[in-house]
């Protein structure tokens, strides 16, 4: 059920007067089998985070508290999204160029990935990716 498009998920949400709770599972809500999980917080409120891409691995980011911006880059163009409620997780592709960026004070962001880590799968220059992501184009 894996795509190659970044898109929005609506999590599955229950509503309590004494709480709400959302949920996530791995092949389900997620379009990956979940490897690992890790999470970006203390980052000051107007902060950004520089970008970089993966070759393989898929993310699906969450706002687990306050708010921020994810801008996506296919190589050719760029999408904004603004993450505020807990029950939305933006789905990443491999291949994908990704910042984050407009962090509110005290925000949580919360990555689930569909790889163990690995620094090899990291592509932290814009120009490199551009060039990756033209090479693929024309052997496609």
């Known amino acids: 059920m894996v795509n190659n498009w970044p898109n ?5 949400r229950v509503t309590d007067p004494r709480g709400n709770l959302s949920f996530v599972e791995g092949g389900q809500h997620a379009p990956f089998d979940i490897k690992r999980a890790y999470w970006i917080y203390d980052v000051p409120g107007g902060m950004h985070r520089d ?3 993966f070759r393989r691995q898929h993310e699906l980011i ?4 306050g708010s921020f911006d994810v801008v996506l880059h296919d190589g050719t163009s760029e999408t904004r999204y603004h993450l505020a409620r807990s029950y939305y ?3 990443v592709p491999p291949m ?3 910042k984050i960026d407009n962090f509110s004070t ?3 962001v919360y990555v689930l990935s569909s790889e163990l880590y690995d620094p090899d799968d990291y ?3 814009f120009n490199e990716f551009q060039d990756i992501k033209k ?3 024309h052997d496609e």
């Open 8 to 12: 929005l998920i609506t999590l599955p």
């Open 96 to 98: 994908t160029w990704r």
């Open 123 to 125: 592509i932290e220059d």
């Open 51 to 53: 970008g970089h891409a």
């Open 106 to 108: 005290n925000s949580v």
């Open 135 to 137: 090479q693929t184009c």
């Open 62 to 65: 969450i706002a687990l508290s």
């Open 89 to 91: 997780a933006l789905y």
